[in-house]
Every structure is written in C-alpha cells, then in structure tokens.
C-alpha cells in the first residue's frame, strides 16, 4: 500500500468515524431527557461509560497488536454504533440504558489510538512529516465535527431526537465497513509479550510527590463534571434545538484555551501555582454562569471550556515533571484510573444534586467542593514539606 493511498484511507476514516460522533454530540443528553430518564439516570448511564472504558482501555491497545488496527475499528464501529441504536430505537428503559452505555464504552476504548498506530506503522520507514499528517488531521476531523455537530443538533434535531443518533450510527456502521474493507493493508500482528510488574520497597516514600499530584488532579473532577456533560440540558430552552452553534463555540473555545496555554506558561509562577489559578478560574466561571443570564452565561460557558483546555495541558505538564522513573506509561494509567474512579463518584453526587435542586446548584456545590478539596490538599502537602 502506498502512502498516499495509505494517508487518504487514514483521513477519510478519521473524517467518517469524528462525523458519526459529532452528529449527536450535542443532543444525545436532551434526548434522553426527553424520552425520560433522570439526571441520575443519564449520569448512570455516563458513570457506566467511564468504569468500562477505563477497563477496557488497555485490553484493546493489545487486541490491536494481536489482531491488526482496522479490524479493531470495524468493531468500534460496530459496537458503538449498536449502542447508539439501541438507546434511539427503545424507549427509556434501565436494561436498554446499561448495554447502551457498555457498548458505546467498548466502542470508544477500540478506536482509541487505532488508526494512530496504524498509520504510523504504514509511514514509519518513509520520509513523511507525521507531525504535519496529524496537524492535517486534527484539522480535518475539527472542521467535520463544528459542521456535523451543526447539522445533528440544529437541523436532525429539531426535526426529531432520534435522528442523530441514529444517522450517527449508520455513519459509523459505514465507517466500519470501509475499514474492513482496508483490512488487507493492516500491519502484520505482534507476538505479544507477557507483562511483569515490579514492587519497589517504600515505593510509597520514594514517589510520594507524584502520588501528592495524582492526588491534586482528582478535585478537579467535581468542578468539571457538570459542565462537560450537562451543558445542552442547561442551555437548551424551548422546543427549538440550538445546542448546535453552542457546540460550535465550545470546540472553538477549547482549542484557543490550548493554545493560550502557550502564553500563560510564560508567567513567573510555579506549576503548582499556575494549576490553583486555574482552579479558582474554573470555579468563578461556574459561579458566574449559574447567576447570569442566558446569553452572558454562555459566554462564560465558553470561557469555562477554555480554561478547561488550558488546565488539561497544564495537568499532563505538571503530571510528567513528576514521573522520575522509566514507568511513565503506567504512571498515566493509574492517574486516569483514579480519575476514572472519582469522575463516577462525582457523577453520582452531582445526579442526585441535580434530581433534586437544579443543574445550578449541582455545578455550584461541585465547584466549591473541588476547590476546598483542591486548596486543602496543597495547604496541607506545603505544611508537610515545612515539616520535614
């Protein structure tokens, strides 16, 4: 297979697949609403999400190896999709809403990172720029996203609720077609070697100040939980669905809060520091979306997932000056396992919240818990250096 043929294929997956997401991305929450399921159920269903995607994560990076990357996006594909229709075809029922929730998980946890490899075993050897083919694609699957999150939610929705769910599915059933259809060009499978873990003897003292990160980054889940999945239930009023432009904002705001990072890092302040502003940030943004009026509050929606963007790559920086070792991969792996654990204890701490008193006072109270928890934890781990 030749490269060009082989870069093409790459992006005209990458395009399918991010066009099957983005047609329900802005929707699917109100159509559950609609048909419905509580906010304690929708955060069962999100809860559910995250626990199987973060078991299945790792298992799917060697099913790939084994198996070869575009079989492995087929069943993407295909298990995604299922859930998709699933949730769409039957109305609200908790059985439904479980498988929904396992197979769009096992579906997101496979194409993580499968078409990746993929195209990076097919190039490796030649003299392609691959930094440029993912700046390209990244591109490329941004602009489909902004223009199928429009159509999904301001067009198919508005006509019925059903319907991007299930053009997304079809979408990503055809996505998964084309890439079976690829499957004799895909990379020869690994022999997979087994896996040893080692146990160092007061593992827990030596590796005490990034354990102190790992700890530090976990508050941050209460105060952007409600936010990052509640905000078409928020934004959204009368029977009008606008949720489309909004998404287009919101993909618009996280990549400039990316690329201020760039700036902001240039601040003569220690990283821990830059991480507490970004904090505070984050909770008066929430603070002040819940008091405004609607417009106004969409304006710092936006700056909220700005700062959000800003702050995740403030994490992963923050995160690997603090690996010291040659473990950083499974380093990674246990802070998004933690993060994956607590985001399900937020969700259903802000589901019950949101039953009962509002969205607002649910992302209120999970700001507010976040940043107590947040400058507890840096008090108390400055108190400890002092007394050492």
């Not at 769409?88 to 997101?108: Q, R």
């Not at 979408?171 to 040893?196: C, M, N, Q």
């Not at 976990?218 to 928020?234: A, D, K, M, R, S």
């Not at 993060?339 to 209120?364: C, K, P």
Request: glycine letters at 8%.
């Amino acid at each position: 297979m030749q490269n060009k043929y082989a870069i093409l294929s790459y992006q005209g997956l990458s395009g399918l697949y991010a066009l099957g997401l983005s047609l329900w991305i802005g929707t699917i929450y109100l159509y559950m609403q609609q048909v419905g399921y509580s906010y304690g159920q929708i955060n069962l269903f999100l809860a559910l999400f995250w626990l199987v995607t973060c078991v299945a994560e790792i298992p799917s990076g060697f099913l790939a190896d084994k198996f070869g990357a575009l079989k492995m996006t087929f069943w993407s594909a295909l298990f995604r999709g299922s859930g998709l229709l699933l949730l769409a075809i039957f109305d609200k029922h908790l059985v439904v809403l479980i498988l929904s929730a396992i197979l769009t998980a096992l579906g997101d946890s496979l194409y993580s990172g499968t078409l990746t490899s993929w195209i990076v075993e097919r190039t490796k050897n030649s003299e392609l720029d691959q930094g440029k083919l993912f700046s390209h694609n990244y591109m490329l699957v941004s602009l489909v996203s902004f223009v199928g999150g429009y159509l999904g939610a301001d067009q198919l929705g508005n006509i019925e609720l059903r319907l991007p769910l299930i053009s997304g599915a079809v979408i990503l059933y055809i996505a998964g077609l084309v890439s079976l259809s690829l499957v004799r060009f895909d990379t020869a499978p690994k022999p997979l070697e087994p896996l040893h873990f080692t146990f160092e003897h007061q593992i827990w003292q030596k590796k005490r100040p990034l354990l102190e990160t790992l700890i530090l980054f976990l508050p941050l889940t209460f105060i952007t939980v409600g936010p990052y999945n509640q905000w078409q239930l928020y934004f959204q009023r009368g029977p009008e669905i606008k949720t489309g432009l909004i998404l287009v904002g919101i993909n618009l705001a996280g990549m400039l809060g990316a690329f201020a990072f760039n700036w902001v890092a240039k601040l003569p302040w220690k990283t821990e520091q830059l991480f507490l502003a970004h904090v505070v940030a984050l909770c008066f943004s929430i603070w002040l979306l819940i008091y405004s009026s609607y417009y106004l509050a969409l304006v710092f929606m936006w700056l909220h997932v700005a700062l959000c963007a800003s702050t995740e790559v403030l994490q992963t920086k923050l995160l690997h000056e603090k690996i010291t070792d040659d473990l950083r991969t499974t380093w990674v792996s246990v802070n998004n396992t933690l993060e994956a654990l607590v985001t399900t204890v937020a969700l259903a701490l802000n589901g019950f919240l949101a039953d009962h008193y509002g969205l607002a006072l649910a992302w209120g109270v999970g700001a507010l818990l976040g940043l107590v928890a947040t400058v507890g934890w840096l008090w108390r781990s400055k108190l400890k250096d002092r007394m050492i």
